[in-house]
């Protein structure tokens, strides 16, 4: 069955430090991969998201991840915290053919230490 | 663009009564729309996938009778929640997906804010 774990259901980092959120999906044909946020209370907001162009790929907020095929990783980085970094992140992925379907990962909390 | 709003933001209502949230994408039509429902601290889980003008998929283990959801237009679909309970509460979440395959916008989907539901 197609999957995404999100290997740390808590990360807590100093503000300032860099953050490292993990991701990894199940092996398929091309899929697309997303890193979402969500702060209390609210909805979703896309951080950025691969759909087979760069491996690389660069989001809002300083934030970025790296399509990682023999791993079967997408993980999200950021090269340093800002409090308002604090929130829920889900990493997701949508295969072709799946009738738009998206699969979520658990989520991560990440928590930012003044 | 590509906006979805939903409404209300938050719904408290008694136990036995129905409720209806209403998803509408602003600046797009949207063909294809998600139900998504949320527990505290945990992950969105897929209730079912609203299509217009036909009826909508449902996951395994939701009740269609208990979530009615009608997608009578490109950009609105409702879900209703009947004979509400306590256990119904929770956070809904709807989402569009963008329609054809704009290379920009492939695999993606559109997320409300949310309505939160208590039941008393």
């Known amino acids: 069955a197609q999957s995404v774990t999100q290997l740390d259901s808590h990360v807590s980092v100093s503000e300032g430090t860099p953050v490292l959120l993990r991701c990894n999906y199940s092996?398929?044909?091309?899929?697309?991969l997303f890193w979402y946020v969500q702060h209390p209370n609210k909805g979703l907001q896309l951080l950025l998201k691969y759909t087979s162009a760069a491996t690389l790929v660069k989001g809002i907020n300083g934030f970025e991840a790296e399509f990682k095929k023999s791993e079967t990783s997408f993980h999200l980085t950021k090269p340093s915290a800002h409090m308002s970094d604090a929130a829920e992140y889900f990493c997701?992925?949508?295969?072709?053919?799946?009738?738009?379907?998206?699969?979520f990962g658990q989520g991560t909390t990440l928590q930012v230490k003044p | 663009g590509a906006v979805v709003s939903q409404h209300p933001s938050w719904v408290i209502c008694k136990s036995g009564t129905s409720v209806k949230i209403e998803c509408r994408s602003l600046?797009?039509?949207?063909?294809?729309m998600f139900w998504y429902r949320q527990f505290p601290k945990q992950s969105l889980m897929l209730m079912a996938t609203s299509n217009e003008g036909s009826k909508a998929t449902y996951e395994q283990g939701v009740e269609k009778d208990k979530f009615l959801i009608n997608h009578a237009s490109l950009t609105l679909s409702t879900l209703t929640v009947t004979s509400a309970h306590p256990e119904d509460s929770s956070f809904y979440i709807c989402?569009?997906?963008?329609?054809?395959?704009?290379?920009?916008?492939?695999?993606?989907?559109?997320f409300g804010p949310g309505t939160r539901l208590t039941v008393l």
């Open positions: 989402s569009a997906r963008v329609p054809g395959k704009l290379a920009e916008h492939y695999n993606e989907q559109f």
């Open positions: 600046d797009f039509q949207a063909t294809t």
């Open positions: 997701v992925v949508s295969y072709s053919g799946n009738t738009g379907k998206l699969i």
């Open positions: 092996s398929s044909y091309s899929p697309s």
